[in-house]
């Protein structure tokens, strides 16, 4: 079974398109993170979901709007989309961080044409 | 500001040799590192983790790191590596008292036969 699972792995979308990708964790796990890793490999976070509230928000568009149903789920939607936001977008779960670090998905590589 | 510095970029080595990667963070009181390794087109995996006590720590695959406060390091070695090593390395952070993770930029380890 899968921990932590993303859908789709790819999609390819024209601009100004709107698109979600979902995320799912079976691992109990009470907080939810999405991560940007654009071309340079570069990491970054985005947002985070402890129990379903909005924890962290980093300085990220508008345009991007996380959406956590319950504590399992973590879905991103994304408005308008730009050539910018092409990137592989990783989902991650974690149960006390420090101790155990993240889950991560295998990520969904978003090409916006 | 919080950041993590992987000075190397690439790391090119022959099958069985040793390697190290560097890692630097900005100095604080309490951090937590760790690093990640990410065969490619898959998500990210956690090798090891520094939280305290003895400065030298062991992960998977026979990689380990040692905790050097004084200099704000946390270099990733292994004394013989295998072709199947060959992925992207990632150092990371958390700072106490926050819940997320801050990436550094990657290395990639390349294992040439």
């Known amino acids: 079974d899968t921990a932590v699972s993303q859908t789709p792995k790819y999609l390819v979308t024209q601009m100004g398109n709107d698109k979600s990708i979902k995320c799912e964790q079976n691992?109990?796990?009470?907080?939810m993170y999405w991560y940007k890793q654009d071309s340079k490999k570069f990491l970054k976070i985005m947002f985070s979901y402890n129990n379903k509230e909005l924890i962290i928000n980093e300085t990220v568009p508008n345009r991007f709007s996380p959406k956590s149903p319950d504590k399992a789920h973590l879905n991103l939607h994304i408005n308008s989309l730009e050539l910018g936001d092409s990137a592989v977008y990783f989902c991650?779960?974690?149960?006390?961080?420090?101790?155990?670090?993240?889950?991560f998905g295998s990520g969904t590589r978003l090409t916006v044409v | 500001a919080q950041s993590v510095t992987q000075l190397d970029s690439q790391v090119p080595v022959f099958e069985e040799a040793p390697v190290e990667l560097r890692c630097n963070y900005s100095s604080s009181v309490s951090v937590y590192l760790f690093w990640y390794v990410q065969y490619p087109n898959q998500g990210l995996q956690l090798l090891l983790k520094?939280?305290?006590?003895?400065?030298l720590v062991k992960g998977i695959n026979g990689f380990e790191a040692e905790f050097n406060k004084s200099q704000t390091s946390f270099h990733l070695r292994k004394p013989s590596v295998h072709i199947s090593d060959t992925a992207e390395y990632f150092c990371?952070?958390?700072?106490?008292?926050?819940?997320?993770?801050?990436f550094g930029t990657g290395t990639r380890l390349q294992v040439f036969p």
């Open positions: 991650a779960s974690s149960q006390d961080l420090i101790r155990r670090g993240y889950t």
């Open positions: 990371a952070v958390s700072y106490y008292n926050t819940d997320k993770l801050i």
């Open positions: 520094y939280l305290s006590g003895s400065t």
């Open positions: 691992l109990g796990h009470d907080t």
